[in-house]
Nanobody, 124 residues
């Protein structure tokens, strides 16, 4: 069982930056792939970035590449998402997801564990 708690969301102006955090409670965090998704109604849940269990492989949404960076600290059971040059189109609820796997899934059905989400609002 993996429990995830996101933090770091909030209101930011266009062009600003944010760093989201996701703390995981798991017996074996190092065997878990982690990812960030976002959802802005009425859109579905969109992959933002993912990182494999040892942090050596990261994948990004093509639409966000260059503006976001994902990292993990296995000693703290935490992953991070740093976002730069935010625009109102980035306004969404951002979710942390986890899956015990050596792979790095990029679709939401491949993740069994989810956080509650953290709201990011970018004002124009």
């Amino acid at each position: 069982q993996v429990q995830l708690v996101e933090s770091g969301g909030g209101l930011v102006q266009t062009g600003g930056s944010l760093r989201l955090s996701c703390a995981a409670s798991a017996r074996t965090f190092t065997n878990i792939a982690m990812a960030w998704f976002r959802q802005a109604p009425p859109k579905g849940r969109e992959f933002v970035a993912g990182i494999n269990w040892d942090g050596r492989t990261a994948l990004y949404s093509e639409s966000l590449r260059g503006r976001v960076s994902i990292s993990r600290d296995n000693a703290k059971n935490t992953i991070y998402l740093h976002m730069d040059n935010l625009t109102p189109e980035d306004t969404a609820v951002y979710y942390c997801a986890a899956q015990p796997t050596a792979l790095l899934p990029v679709t939401s059905p491949d993740y069994d564990y989810w956080g509650q989400g953290t709201q990011v609002t970018v004002s124009s």
